[in-house]
């Protein structure tokens, strides 16, 4: 076998590799273009790790430890696996070692595989060849016509194009070292056409707004001119790289402050990044020797946010996850040790790239030399202003570079002569070919996670709780560390209303990362709705509850104390908490977060500004709390309640101007609205007719307002209602009938509620038709709810019922038509459950009427009697009702029932046997009975 098999077969999988990584997107995750390649990576890692170790075995090759970035590097990997040891959020840092780890990997891998120049030309031709790919891609985003089913994404995201990268910064982060390779490549004369696709590249850069990757070219271009300058010294061109540097850097500054009287660029996303690295600096300064950990950023830096910080997210609903300066993540996830080292890559890999550059003799080695320079220099400069290393294609192109480079300096894989079945000999691949396959588990049992979690999100769209609970599950097995599948479980639990299992989920959630807010808000919100259904004899419960809420809510005010949901849910837990102990010290405090709260204009403020007046009453306040519910009324006059609070604080202060003056303002001010809020007008004109009437004593503008007011809305049946009421305490009657009347007349179509059809029946005529119009009522009281009518019961039909029964008392109509009337409104009462007044209407029609309605009006009046408490004399009735008509099936029924209810067991048991020996009953009613009669006592 040839000694350089191996070396040829790692050469061609890294380029496949780094082609598949470019290119690769997946639907199936959230992160459709960062899950897939991260997994593309792990699997690329132990595929080539074994390649090459297995390969070297079976060609009996000795490994040469790169000699320049190894100790370095293997050091900041080293760091990687203690500061995750030393973290509180160990598994969080997994998935974080583990990429390190892979990339590592690649790195050795990297470092056989590419001895010279002309052995890296092919890999650097299929990373231009697939990142054209990747920009003829973002050509097509950029004109509209995107195939890939990008979730939740508009179009206008792709007005800067990111390509295959989902993100056109860190589309930014490749264009700009592809741009180089491309540069580098087209010095060779039979590539000179790949400056086209360098320059396709820089138009791309520009178009994604990645202002960083302008300065990294800039510098690399710069700096690869001031080393060719330099000839053969390497010190010379340190020295140069670095004034150029230093006096680039002054020029930036002095430029900037020219033009905008200030050191540095100022706008709103550089601000956040400029505060971010305040929260990073305390951060460093609170764990400065091994960090928090790879990949706690995240988890940490609500902590650490400034002001600013804290109003980006309650705008934007949005956070940085990284630094956006690698230098500086280093130094937050390892410590300042992660820093130095970070560096010491750098100016090593610079350093070493100078040195091949000046004092190799071959040409091909001197341009690879000056390429190096520039990849490193523009790289370094860009990761002051970004996150390079921790993505997956700019991450890998690092590192695969990194050892491209140690393998100019690699000695030659000598022979070895031991056996290859030596233990020596055995115990290199092995060890590669165990960290190759735990990292291969690693990234496909974390992206199986992302799947089941994306699954989950479809199945909640759909409404498909059980089974998006069920993924969710899986995820959170697959990936324990992970807390947003409990989160999930939990919102999802919550929106079923199993308070129990959402907080069970939600604080497992709270455990992987307590300082996110979009946690521990939800979860002070169950523990409130908790609270407010417990009943009220579990005055512990509600306690701890409420405080539960409280400590939750008050945990995401002090990570971001202007955040508007943590403070109201604070508010409401404070209120909760002082109604239920009703301390002085507990309605004070609650009065104060109210007030903060409110201060910050949350949506809920008329629900907060009536829990505030009630604290203002508790300390016997009543003008501020007026202030308060007046202040309610302005905000939200649509809602009744809002009112009915307003007129309760003006009775316990015995004056009612303040609401007078509201509701003119209110009536003037929609009056003037074109077109007028008619629904509106109604419901503040009845409002005002109320208290004209109560307050004021003034009928005539009450009876007005109310007029207006059912002109504005003809179908409330409510206003309706009020305003028979109102007609009958002042002797307006008359006035109602012609409203009643008029309504019929101008109305269209069937725009009227049934009441007021039936009331119309009767006043349309003279004398009044009391018969039809109680026709008209009962059989709309026992039909549904129906014809776009909201209210039923009392507020639809009862009313209308009183006033038909004035009717009969002030006519007196002959008795063959009374009974009848009586009748029909005993049907009204029945259906609306007044079984008092239906029992006493029932009782006087069945002296009145004929079978079969007076033996209908019997059993009904029997059924309304029970209802009421009086068995007795249901009983009775039903007795002699069934001696007179004993085939009347549905008389018997009620008289068991009525016999079971009582506690008359034994004549009950009768009653039903003997219903059940009949053989004309239905099959239905015998299979009731039967149920019925086995469920009695024994």
């Avoid at 990044?273 to 950023?297: K, W």
């Avoid at 894989?413 to 396959?437: E, N």
């Avoid at 029932?842 to 009046?861: R, V």
Wanted: neutral net charge.
């Amino acid at each position: 076998m040839e000694a350089a098999r191996t070396d040829k077969a790692l050469r061609a999988g890294l380029a496949l590799y780094l082609f598949c990584i470019v290119l690769a997107m997946s639907p199936y995750t959230l992160d459709a273009t960062g899950d897939v390649k991260i997994l593309i990576t792990h699997w690329a890692a132990m595929l080539l790790g074994c390649l090459w170790a297995f390969g070297y075995w079976l060609e009996g090759r000795k490994i040469h430890a790169p000699k320049i970035l190894f100790v370095p590097i293997a050091l900041y990997f080293a760091l990687h696996i203690l500061s995750g040891l030393a973290s509180p959020y160990l598994g969080h840092s997994v998935p974080g070692i583990g990429l390190f780890a892979s990339y590592f990997l690649l790195y050795i891998v990297a470092a056989h595989a590419f001895p010279d120049a002309k052995s890296l030309n092919p890999l650097l031709l299929t990373l231009v060849f697939a990142v054209a790919v990747s920009s003829a891609y973002a050509v097509v985003q950029w004109l509209g016509y995107d195939p890939f089913p990008w979730a939740g994404i508009t179009q206008n995201t792709f007005k800067a194009p990111p390509g295959t990268f989902g993100n056109a910064n860190v589309a930014g982060h490749t264009l700009v070292l592809a741009a180089l390779a491309a540069a580098f490549l087209a010095t060779n004369p039979r590539l000179r056409w790949c400056i086209v696709f360098a320059l396709i590249f820089v138009v791309h850069e520009y178009y994604t707004g990645h202002r960083a990757g302008a300065l990294a070219l800039a510098g690399a271009i710069t700096a690869t001119l001031a080393i060719k300058a330099s000839g053969s010294s390497t010190r010379r061109a340190i020295v140069s790289v670095t004034v150029i540097g230093v006096l680039a850097v002054a020029a930036a500054i002095a430029y900037t402050f020219a033009t905008s009287q200030r050191i540095a660029p100022v706008e709103r996303s550089l601000l956040l990044r400029y505060n971010s690295y305040f929260g990073a600096a305390e951060m460093i300064a609170e764990r400065p020797f091994l960090g928090i950990g790879p990949g706690n950023y995240v988890v940490e830096t609500p902590r650490f946010w400034t002001p600013y910080e804290q109003e980006w997210f309650e705008t934007k609903s949005m956070m940085n996850e990284h630094v956006h300066n690698d230098v500086l993540e280093s130094a937050v996830e390892l410590g300042l040790g992660g820093a130095l080292l970070y560096i010491a890559i750098f100016v090593l890999a610079i350093s070493a790239s100078m040195a091949l550059a000046q004092r190799r003799e071959a040409q091909g080695d001197r341009r690879l030399g000056l390429f190096f320079a520039a990849f490193f220099i523009a790289y370094g400069i860009d990761g002051l202003f970004g996150f390079n290393l921790r993505m997956p294609v700019s991450g890998c192109l690092f590192f695969i570079m990194a050892g491209a480079l140690e393998g100019q300096f690699l000695e030659g894989s000598a022979l070895v002569k031991q056996s290859r079945w030596a233990p020596s000999r055995l115990i290199h691949p092995v060890a590669v070919a165990g960290l190759a396959l735990a990292l291969a588990v690693l990234g496909t049992r974390v992206y199986q996670s992302e799947l089941r979690f994306f699954q989950g999100k479809g199945f909640l769209q759909a409404k498909r709780y059980a089974e998006a609970d069920q993924q969710w599950a899986e995820a959170e097995k697959l990936a324990p560390w992970n807390w947003l599948p409990a989160r999930e479980r939990g919102l999802t639990a919550f929106y079923q209303e199993d308070y129990e299992r959402a907080i069970e989920h939600l604080e497992r959630s709270a455990t992987g990362n307590p300082y996110w807010i979009m946690t521990i808000v939800p979860l002070a919100n169950i523990h409130l709705r908790r609270a407010t259904q417990l009943p009220p004899e579990n005055a512990a419960q509600r306690i701890d509850a409420y405080s539960s809420a409280w400590k939750f809510a008050n945990d995401a005010r002090a990570v971001s104390p202007e955040n508007v949901s943590a403070n109201e849910v604070a508010a409401r837990a404070a209120y909760g908490l002082a109604k239920e102990k009703n301390g002085e010290a507990d309605w004070a405090e609650a009065e104060r977060v109210l007030e903060r709260a409110l201060a910050l204009k949350t949506e809920k403020s008329a629900t907060l500004r009536v829990m505030l007046a009630e604290a203002n009453n508790h300390f016997d306040r009543k003008d501020e709390a007026l202030a308060q519910l007046t202040l309610v009324v302005r905000g939200q006059p649509e809602v009744d309640s809002h009112w009915v609070r307003l007129y309760q604080q003006s009775a316990a202060l015995g004056s009612y101007d303040t609401m007078r003056d509201e509701l003119d303002s209110a009536i003037d001010a929609n009056r003037a609205i074109s077109p007028a809020p008619r629904a509106l007008l109604a419901s503040i004109l009845q409002w005002r007719a109320r208290i004209l009437e109560a307050a004021y004593g003034d009928a005539d503008a009450a009876a007005q307002d109310y007029e207006d007011a059912r002109h504005f809305a003809p179908r409330d049946v409510v206003l309706w209602g009020r305003y028979a009421g109102f007609a009958s305490r002042n002797d307006r009657i008359s006035e109602f009938r012609d409203a009643v009347v008029s309504a019929r007349k101008t109305a269209k179509g069937g725009s009227l509620p049934k009441a007021i059809k039936a009331l119309a029946a009767a006043w349309s005529s003279e004398p009044p038709n009391i018969t039809q119009a109680a026709q008209i009522l009962s059989v709309a009281a026992e039909a549904p709810v129906g014809d776009g009518e909201k209210v039923g019961g009392a507020a639809q039909f009862g009313w209308a019922a009183d006033l038909l029964l004035q009717e009969i008392q002030a006519a007196r109509p002959d008795p063959t038509k009374t009974g009848p009337i009586l009748y029909r409104l005993g049907l009204v009462y029945r259906a609306i459950r007044n079984h008092g007044q239906a029992a006493a209407l029932f009782g006087a029609a069945s002296g009145l009427l004929e079978a079969p309605e007076k033996t209908q009006s019997q059993q009904y009046w029997a059924e309304a009697l029970a209802q009421t408490g009086q068995d007795e004399e249901a009983i009775l009735i039903l007795r002699r009702a069934v001696k007179a008509t004993p085939s009347l099936y549905a008389l018997r029924i009620s008289l068991a029932q009525i016999l079971a209810r009582s506690g008359s067991i034994p004549e009950a048991r009768t009653e039903y046997e003997r219903l059940l020996h009949t053989t004309t009953l239905s099959l239905k009613d015998r299979e009731q009975l039967q149920r019925e009669l086995e469920a009695l006592p024994k």
